[in-house]
């Protein structure tokens, strides 16, 4: 039997910055399986020649969305796609916080502002700092946190958004995220590894660069509260199948409990460079799920 074709899935960024591209391709070659970074966008590809098709760096599907999405859902139909085409539909916009919340997980507190609601200072609690970002973004691309004193910048900020026809969060500024943001890695739902990461918001201001960067990152071992609030946020998730890898992003909240501020099920850095642990963990599911497809 050739050995199964394994298509890791990227971008034109991705190519050029992602560290654990290359990484990921080596390894599962090393395992014996016929692997090649290939971008999504390529019109070329015939995705019907490969056994599995794992999305990594596909950076830029934010600015893409639709276009994105009718990829997934037609590479589905020519071979298997993790994580699957509805993950990736549910994962990519925020509003997923509602619903997670909704399921009892804790997240930062959120509201949206759908297109064509009205948008005033009223609705902007600006007792503290507070944060502003559309709801379907990659790498803080759009976002802004705003002091109690900028109220009329937010609801600029936040009608340019809608006037976009992009609904908008609003979520107040966690000042313990100075401690950082906590990113737990996990393969097929189980805990891999985790890093602290240093605060992106630090300052007023919008971030506009999709490809922002991860700062003072340092490994870090969570607390057993934060592996229960990941793993609760993982457990939420509205699909039969477990995510072949996943990112949940937390942050303390004033009580100093964990609280979700993202769960990346499309295209997160998982920070496989810093941890060859995690790296074989990742190339043994695919293998897994490689071996799946072959039988």
């Given at each position: 039997m ?11 960024a ?17 395992e ?23 999305i ?8 893409r969305?639709d276009e994105?999405l ?38 930062v ?23 502003v ?35 908008v ?6 000042s ?15 805990f ?20 922002a ?32 890898f ?22 997160p ?6 941890n ?10 695919v ?9």
């Open positions: 050739s050995a199964a074709r394994i298509a890791v899935v990227t971008s034109g991705g190519f050029e910055y992602d560290v654990d591209l290359p990484l990921i391709v080596a390894a599962l070659r090393a014996g399986l016929a692997a090649e970074a290939v971008a999504w966008d390529t019109e070329s590809v015939a995705w019907d020649g490969f056994d599995l098709a794992v990594r760096s596909t950076w830029d599907y934010a600015t969305l994105f009718t990829w997934a859902d037609t590479t589905s139909s020519h071979t298997r796609l993790l994580n699957p085409a509805p993950m990736v539909r549910w994962s990519s916009d925020k509003r997923y916080l509602l619903e997670l919340a909704g399921r009892g997980v804790p997240v507190p959120t509201r949206v502002l759908e297109p064509g609601a009205p948008c005033a200072e009223a609705d902007f609690a600006l007792s503290a700092d507070v944060v970002k559309p709801t379907v973004s990659a790498g803080a691309r759009d976002t802004a946190r705003y002091e109690p004193a900028q109220a009329a910048a937010a609801v600029r900020h936040a009608r340019m958004l809608l006037d976009q026809g992009r609904a969060l609003i979520q107040p500024y966690l313990l995220v100075e401690e950082g943001e906590r990113a737990l890695v996990f393969v097929r739902g189980a891999s590894h985790a890093l602290r990461k240093g605060p992106l918001l630090t300052e007023p201001g919008v971030m506009d660069d999709f490809r960067p991860h700062p003072d990152l340092t490994p870090y071992r969570p607390t057993e509260a934060e592996l229960r609030t990941a793993s609760a946020a993982l457990a939420a998730v509205p699909s039969p199948q477990t995510p072949l996943a990112r949940v992003d937390l942050a303390l909240g004033e009580n100093r409990e964990p609280v979700v501020m993202e769960l990346e099920l499309i295209e850095n998982l920070f496989l460079d810093t060859p642990r995690g790296l074989g963990l990742l190339v043994e599911a293998a897994a799920e490689a071996g799946l497809r072959a039988a």
